[in-house]
Structures are given as structure tokens and as C-alpha cells.
């Protein structure tokens, strides 16, 4: 529903009608009239505070008798409607007809009974509205754009609105009251943008942190995967071992059974890889046993076979690596203790506390060997120089060249010691 202004006091003041259609495009509105009698309140409809407008015309309005014939509106007076019967009287003996102005001559219209009773200037189309009680609204979009160039508001320059093209020129003016100046508008935008921005980027390097957490991540668990499937000794190839030491860089150390040198597995995990000589006749014999026995020893005080060696007439064994060296460096007194003792900025000697941690982590370590494995090991080879230490000195028995496998049978009281080589630590 609409509410249109009137200017009849018999009206209220207000004509209430309905919106069938609204066209943004052409801006036009069709409005209704349901009930009353439209053409008697086209006449008193006053739009000069609305912002609607109409197409409009000049009528001039006839008063006739009722007994004359009725004036048909045919092709000889599209100019003239009839108007009756809601602006005829009560006892319906006066008809009232419209005559066009400005295109109908009226010595040409039938209306020689007829008295004129009073000229319309800008009424709206009357034959549409008696056809379908329908009247067509305009409205205007002013062109505001110079206006909002210069920072002000804008409006008509008229007091009213019309369709007229005169009357939809437009002025601009300073809005009263209180206006924030274009610079603290534009301080505000700034502000606004920055917030945005520094959200923007929380966002992103949120996103981004979380992206680098979960590649680390993956990473330390590709590693781990990598050092786990190191824990059952693998077989390498020469070039593995080259690539592990970096062409034989890194020399720790040599002797009768070989040459060993450090190496690198892993980005984490580090080797001590030791290629065996063939200058003894049962170096063969050795890394048999060595491979063998390694294989199946899992214990803290037991050095761990990594991987082996076995292309052509290259023998090799990895193990992990021990920073400390072996236990004959902390023990003996000989040029090469005392030039590693400098070289590490320590005390030759231990401390017997630390020496009775160290005998006792050996001797679990052979415990280990002869009652905790599925079959015995016998060691053969226990000196000062098979002993490496850990970081925090822990022992770990190593070298198993001379081991052998014994059955756990309790028939088996005496074994052969023909082959042992080192005597007895106890």
C-alpha cells in the first residue's frame, strides 16, 4: 500500500492505493485505486513534497445535462472521455466530460448543451486511469556526481519535483550540523586498511608456522624411520661405505685387525666404520663371527652392529659411534693416552667410582653374553682396547672377532680356550 498527498479536506488529506508495479529501469511505479472514485481524486492528488512526479496534461472540464445522448469516445473524440458517474450528481442528471487541451479543437467536439465548468493545468493521463483506475508514477535519480566530487551533499534546485526537464536540475549545499572534515575520513580508512592488513598477515604466518611445524615434523619422523631400520645390520655396498665417510676422511684410529674411520648414516645418527685387513689369514673367520654374533646382541653395554660390508675382497663393520674412544685411552699411561688426554682437556684418571661403574657395566655386558642371548657368546677378546665408552662413560664390549656360539646345554661343561688372545680383565 501507498499513501498519496491530497489537497481535499473531504479527502483527509490522504488517498490510500496500491502498488501493482515498480520498474527500476525506466523508474516508473503503477499505483491502484481499489475503491472510491479515481478520477475525482486525480484532481485534488498534490505531489509537490513527494518525490514522484507524473506525465501531465491540460483537460478542460464539461458539464452536460443528462438527457443528452451519451458521447461515445470513438475515433472522431479520442480527445473526450466521460468522466460520469462519480462526478455526477446525486439524482445523476449532469454528466461531466474531459476535453483534452492542446491537441482537440472543442468546435469539433459534440458538447453544444454543455457548459465548461473549469480548466485542469498538469493532471495526469484521465483515459488510463477510467480504463484500469491505474496511474503511472515517475521518479528521478538526480545527478549527484560534481556534488560528491567537491566533498557536499545534493538536491533538487527546485522546491518540487516535476517531470519537467527545468524543474530536474540539482544544487549542491553544506549539510548542517555535525560533518567529520575528508581528513579524518581518510585517517579513518588508513586505520581500517591497517587492521586489515595486520590481520591479514597473523593469518599468514599463522598458516605458515603451522605448514613448518608439520614439515618438521615429518622430517624427525622420516629419520627416526631411518635410524630404526639401521637397527638390524644392513649390508652396504663400497660405494656406501665411501659416501658414508666421505672417501675414508675422517680417520680415527688403526690396527692390526684394520683401519677404522668416522662416518655419517644420518644427518643424526654417526658411525665408526671399520675396514678389516687382509693380511691375516683368519680375517675371514673374523667377520663371520663378528656379522654372526653382532646380529643378535641387543644391550646397553654391548656396542651395536649398524651394518657390514662384504664386496669383493672389501671387508667392512659399522658401528655406532663412540665419542670417548675405548677404555685403554682413560687407563694406560702410554704417549697415545696422554696425547688424547690433552686432546679432550681431561684427567687421565676417572675416579674409582667411575672405574667401578665401568667394571660393572662390562661384566653385565658379558653376563648378557653368556646367559641372556638364545645361544651363548663367548667373547674370547675382553682388554682395555675392546672397551668403548659412551658419552657419560658407559661401556659397551665390542669387537666379537674371536667370539663363538656355544650351545645353552648343561652337558657342555668345558670349552676350548686355545683361541683367546687377551688376558683377563678380573
Known sequence: ??????????????????????????????????????????FYLNLSSSPFGFEDFNYTLFSCPSSVPYISTGTSYDCLTKLSPCLGNINNQTNYYALLGGYCSIS???????????????????????????????????????????????????????TQKNHTETQCYVLKGPKRPRATLRILGICALSVVAIVTGIVISYVYSSTKTEKESQLRIERFLDDYRALKPSRYSYADIKRMTNKFKDK???????????????SELLVAVK??????????????????????????????????????FIRALVYDFL?????????????????HMSR???????????LQDIALGIAKGIEYLHQGCDQQILHFD???????????????????????????SKDQSAISMTTARARSLL
Open 108 to 162: 469539433r467536439m459534440p458538447l453544444v448543451s454543455c457548459t465548461k465548468v473549469l480548466d485542469y493545468a498538469s493532471v495526469p493521463d484521465l483515459f488510463t486511469i477510467k480504463q484500469a483506475n491505474i496511474l503511472k508514477l515517475l521518479w528521478f535519480i538526480p545527478d549527484c556526481r560534481r556534488c560528491e566530487d567537491l566533498g557536499k551533499e545534493c538536491r533538487f534546485k527546485d522546491e518540487f519535483y516535476s
Open 323 to 339: 665419542p670417548n674412544g675405548s677404555l685403554q685411552n682413560f687407563i694406560s699411561s702410554s704417549a697415545a693416552a696422554a696425547d
Open 344 to 354: 679432550h682437556d681431561n684427567s687421565n684418571f676417572l675416579g674409582w667410582d667411575k
Open 275 to 312: 675396514i678389516l685387513s687382509n693380511s691375516n689369514e683368519k680375517a675371514g673367520e673374523d667377520f663371520i663371527n663378528e656379522v654372526g654374533t653382532m646380529g643378535r646382541i641387543h644391550h646397553v653395554n654391548v656396542v651395536r652392529l649398524v651394518g657390514f660390508c662384504a664386496d669383493g
Open 252 to 266: 680415527l684410529g688403526q690396527g692390526a685387525q684394520g683401519t677404522v674411520f668416522k662416518g655419517k648414516l644420518s
Open 1 to 42: 500500500m501507498m499513501i498519496m498527498p491530497s489537497s481535499s479536506s473531504a479527502n483527509h488529506d490522504k488517498q490510500h492505493v496500491l502498488v501493482k508495479k515498480i520498474n527500476y529501469t525506466t523508474q516508473e511505479i503503477e499505483i491502484h485505486y481499489q475503491i472510491g472514485c479515481p478520477l475525482g481524486q486525480i
Open 382 to 408: 675382553i682388554k682395555p682396547h675392546n672397551v668403548l665408552l659412551y658419552q657419560n662413560f658407559t661401556p659397551k664390549v665390542c669387537d666379537f672377532g674371536l667370539a663363538k656360539l656355544c650351545s645353552n
